[in-house]
């Protein structure tokens, strides 16, 4: 499954332009989004506050809308009814989300 992810992450990046010039967003990437979800899992894993993880994301996340969806995974993870995640399974699981969400099969 990981070798998977890699390639398709691998592939990802080998297409896009050498010398793109704009800062890309993560709002619409769905493995940066699991990555992005994979890192608040690993804050919460370490006892980081709700409170702590969105600070941390302001500081990095400058983009209205990336900071939007960084938000919207801390929300997620950090919901009380959410069952504690390994980095591993929310990064799956938010990626795969995303890609059902946006007409994509995920990887198998």
């Known amino acids: ?26 709002n ?3 493995f940066a989004l699991g990555d992005i979800a994979g ?5 919460r894993a370490h006892k980081k506050t709700k409170a702590q993880a969105l600070d941390q994301a302001a500081r990095y996340y400058k ?3 990336d900071l939007q969806a960084v938000d919207a995974i801390i929300e997620k993870i950090f ?3 959410t069952p504690r995640m390994t980095p591993d399974q929310a990064s799956m699981a938010f990626t795969s989300e995303c890609l059902k969400k946006n ?3 995920p990887a198998q």
């Open 1 to 26: 499954m990981k070798r998977v992810v890699v390639s398709a992450l691998l592939a990802m990046c080998l297409a896009q332009p050498a010398a793109q010039a704009v800062a890309q967003t993560v």
């Open 28 to 30: 619409d990437q769905c």
């Open 79 to 81: 919901s009380p009814g």
């Open 103 to 105: 007409g994509q099969a």
């Open 63 to 65: 983009d209205p809308a």
């Open 39 to 43: 890192q608040v899992a690993s804050w």
